[in-house]
């Protein structure tokens, strides 16, 4: 999802909307992206793509790039015309997928911008009810063939499909300030953070943090190894050392990033500093002591398999 900054048109006539489908095509072809619903909004546009070969990145600096760069010729303007980086979620087929191409065709609906479906022109809704070869290029069997196996029957279904209303809590989720990165059950969600979490923890990546282990699954693993209390993991005493305690803080912001006065919230502290320094105490002694990294590891790594 993209939209043009300021609330301003991102189409203004008939020839851009008609560029912008003609990019898609392009698009499509030029990175392998299976492109399986879209609609553009006079403001805004919504896009479902599959992406084999995990290059979303790429294809989207292209078609934000070019459209940009085609529409200020057209217009004669210069500068930026989408507001920023676009919105992305990755999807659970299995749950979501019928239901967020209902979303996706039925925007202009629920806009007011028509008073049927099939009226309105600018989105692939028209191409899942035609069998005419120039929509061979959208990638719509496959959901299609989530609805029935028989092809004679598909466009039929499709047709009773899209007459449902769609669903309040996909709306819900999708209308949130700050929508997630990922959607889908619970066992999905735990798959995706289990397998990609390494790989993307990065502050460069938006949706890392979303990929980490839950705050409660790092301090009930620190507290199942090394069977304490979950009162230990508050207690001070001045010149004794709570390993547990400091663990369980240095894997908060290792494994969460989350800010330091957060994470000494959840301890008792007040003070950044005070966890800087149990954040570096535990540094230095992953440098020194053999058995403390490899118990640490240990409990990492029980954290990390724990998310499935």
């Known amino acids: 999802m993209n939209r043009a900054r300021r609330g301003e048109d991102l189409f203004v006539d008939k020839a851009d909307y008609q560029q912008f489908i003609d990019l898609l095509q392009e698009t499509a072809d030029l990175f ?34 070019v459209y940009t760069q085609r529409y200020n010729v057209r217009h004669g303007c210069d500068g930026t015309l989408f507001r920023g980086r676009y919105k992305s979620i990755l999807v659970d087929a299995d749950s979501y997928l019928l239901q967020l191409v209902r979303y996706i065709h039925q925007n202009p609906l629920k806009a007011g911008l028509v008073n049927h479906l099939d009226q309105y022109v600018w989105s692939s809704h028209k191409g899942y009810l035609s069998k005419a070869k120039k929509w061979n290029w959208l990638y719509k069997d496959f959901v299609l063939q989530m609805l029935t196996v028989q092809t004679n029957t598909q466009i039929r279904i499709y047709k009773q499909f899209m007459a449902q209303e769609h669903d ?141």
């Open 32 to 65: 392998n992206v299976n492109v399986a619903a879209f609609c553009l909004m006079p403001t805004h546009y919504h896009l479902m793509v599959q992406t084999p070969d995990t290059n979303l990145s790429r294809c989207m600096r292209h078609v934000n790039g």
């Open 168 to 308: 309040e809590d996909l709306v819900r989720i999708l209308n949130r300030k700050n929508p997630p990165s990922m959607l889908g059950s619970e066992k999905f969600i735990a798959w995706i953070k289990d397998r990609f979490f390494k790989k993307k923890k990065d502050k460069e990546v938006p949706a890392s943090r979303e990929l980490a282990p839950e705050l409660n699954t790092i301090i009930s693993e620190v507290i199942r190894y090394y069977k304490i209390r979950p009162s230990t993991l508050r207690d001070v005493r001045r010149g004794i050392e709570n390993e547990p305690r400091d663990v369980a803080m240095y894997l908060i912001r290792s494994l969460r990033s989350e800010p330091l006065m957060r994470v000494g919230a959840g301890f008792g502290l007040n003070r950044y500093s005070s966890v800087s320094s149990v954040v570096m105490r535990v540094k230095a002694k992953l440098q020194e002591d053999r058995k403390f990294k490899n118990r640490l590891k240990c409990i990492e790594n029980n954290i990390l398999k724990g998310q499935t």
